[in-house]
Protein backbone atom coordinates (compact mmCIF):
# COMPACT_ATOMS: atom_id res chain seq x y z
CA UNK A 1 0.00 0.00 0.00
CA UNK A 2 1.24 3.35 -0.80
CA UNK A 3 -0.13 6.66 0.18
CA UNK A 4 0.77 9.99 -1.72
CA UNK A 5 -0.37 13.33 0.34
CA UNK A 6 -0.04 16.62 -1.57
CA UNK A 7 -1.66 19.81 -0.92
CA UNK A 8 0.13 21.53 1.68
CA UNK A 9 1.64 25.38 1.79
CA UNK A 10 1.45 28.41 3.40
CA UNK A 11 -1.69 30.17 4.27
CA UNK A 12 -2.85 33.35 5.94
CA UNK A 13 -5.17 32.50 9.17
CA UNK A 14 -8.61 32.18 8.33
CA UNK A 15 -7.58 30.87 4.99
CA UNK A 16 -8.07 27.48 3.20
CA UNK A 17 -6.34 24.63 2.37
CA UNK A 18 -7.04 20.94 1.05
CA UNK A 19 -5.16 18.26 1.67
CA UNK A 20 -5.19 14.88 -0.74
CA UNK A 21 -4.07 11.70 -0.10
CA UNK A 22 -3.65 9.12 -2.96
CA UNK A 23 -3.81 5.68 -1.78
CA UNK A 24 -3.09 2.48 -4.03
CA UNK A 25 -2.21 -0.98 -3.11
CA UNK A 26 -5.40 -1.89 -1.89
CA UNK A 27 -6.69 -5.24 -2.03
CA UNK A 28 -9.33 -4.82 -0.07
CA UNK A 29 -12.67 -2.60 0.41
CA UNK A 30 -12.50 -2.78 4.24
CA UNK A 31 -9.92 -0.11 5.24
CA UNK A 32 -9.90 2.98 6.47
CA UNK A 33 -7.83 6.41 6.35
CA UNK A 34 -7.06 8.86 8.52
CA UNK A 35 -5.30 12.42 8.78
CA UNK A 36 -2.69 13.19 11.61
CA UNK A 37 -1.00 16.40 12.52
CA UNK A 38 2.07 16.83 14.45
CA UNK A 39 3.25 20.04 15.23
CA UNK A 40 6.81 21.04 16.63
CA UNK A 41 7.26 20.45 19.97
CA UNK A 42 3.99 17.95 20.50
CA UNK A 43 2.64 14.83 20.02
CA UNK A 44 1.10 13.29 17.01
CA UNK A 45 -2.43 13.97 16.78
CA UNK A 46 -5.10 12.30 15.16
CA UNK A 47 -7.57 14.63 13.21
CA UNK A 48 -10.12 13.14 11.13
CA UNK A 49 -10.43 9.35 10.06
CA UNK A 50 -12.81 8.07 6.84
CA UNK A 51 -13.99 4.54 6.82
CA UNK A 52 -14.17 3.16 2.74
CA UNK A 53 -17.05 0.45 3.48
CA UNK A 54 -19.45 2.48 5.17
CA UNK A 55 -18.33 6.21 4.81
CA UNK A 56 -18.67 7.36 8.07
CA UNK A 57 -16.34 10.14 9.39
CA UNK A 58 -14.85 11.20 12.71
CA UNK A 59 -13.09 14.66 13.36
CA UNK A 60 -11.09 15.63 16.46
CA UNK A 61 -12.46 18.33 18.64
CA UNK A 62 -9.81 21.14 17.70
CA UNK A 63 -11.10 20.65 14.00
CA UNK A 64 -14.89 19.61 14.16
CA UNK A 65 -16.71 22.76 12.10
CA UNK A 66 -13.48 23.59 10.28
CA UNK A 67 -12.47 20.59 8.40
CA UNK A 68 -14.09 18.26 6.35
CA UNK A 69 -13.26 14.43 5.07
CA UNK A 70 -14.43 12.98 1.63
CA UNK A 71 -13.60 10.45 -0.30
CA UNK A 72 -13.24 9.97 -4.16
CA UNK A 73 -13.18 6.03 -4.59
CA UNK A 74 -12.79 6.57 -8.57
CA UNK A 75 -9.57 8.25 -8.24
CA UNK A 76 -8.98 6.75 -4.78
CA UNK A 77 -8.01 9.53 -2.77
CA UNK A 78 -8.93 10.78 0.28
CA UNK A 79 -9.42 14.85 1.02
CA UNK A 80 -9.24 17.40 3.87
CA UNK A 81 -10.82 20.24 3.30
CA UNK A 82 -9.08 22.19 5.95
CA UNK A 83 -11.50 26.14 6.27
CA UNK A 84 -11.11 28.66 8.90
CA UNK A 85 -7.21 27.70 9.66
CA UNK A 86 -5.59 29.30 12.76
CA UNK A 87 -2.29 29.16 13.74
CA UNK A 88 -2.45 26.65 15.97
CA UNK A 89 -3.32 24.16 12.54
CA UNK A 90 0.62 24.20 11.29
CA UNK A 91 1.77 21.27 11.54
CA UNK A 92 3.23 18.87 9.59
CA UNK A 93 0.27 16.82 7.76
CA UNK A 94 0.50 12.49 7.60
CA UNK A 95 -1.99 10.40 5.89
CA UNK A 96 -2.39 6.92 7.17
CA UNK A 97 -4.42 4.01 6.38
CA UNK A 98 -5.46 0.45 7.65
CA UNK A 99 -7.96 -2.54 6.99
CA UNK A 100 -10.84 -2.12 8.90
CA UNK A 101 -12.85 0.85 9.94
CA UNK A 102 -11.73 3.66 11.76
CA UNK A 103 -11.47 2.49 15.33
CA UNK A 104 -8.66 1.83 15.85
CA UNK A 105 -7.48 4.36 14.09
CA UNK A 106 -5.90 2.73 11.02
CA UNK A 107 -1.79 3.24 11.43
CA UNK A 108 -0.12 0.39 9.24
CA UNK A 109 0.49 2.33 6.47
CA UNK A 110 1.71 6.13 6.52
CA UNK A 111 2.31 8.53 3.60
CA UNK A 112 5.43 11.48 3.50
CA UNK A 113 3.91 14.04 5.17
CA UNK A 114 2.85 17.43 4.12
CA UNK A 115 3.37 20.55 5.61
CA UNK A 116 0.99 23.30 6.37
CA UNK A 117 1.90 26.34 7.68
CA UNK A 118 -0.75 28.95 8.85
CA UNK A 119 0.60 32.54 8.73
CA UNK A 120 -0.75 35.20 11.45
Known amino acids: VQLVESGGGLVQAGGSLRLSCAASGFTSDDFAIAWFRQAPGKEREGVSCISNSDGRTYYADSVKGRFTISSDNAKNTVYLQMNSLNTEDTAVYYC??????????????WGQGTQVTVSS
Open 96 to 109: SAGLGNCWPTPEDY
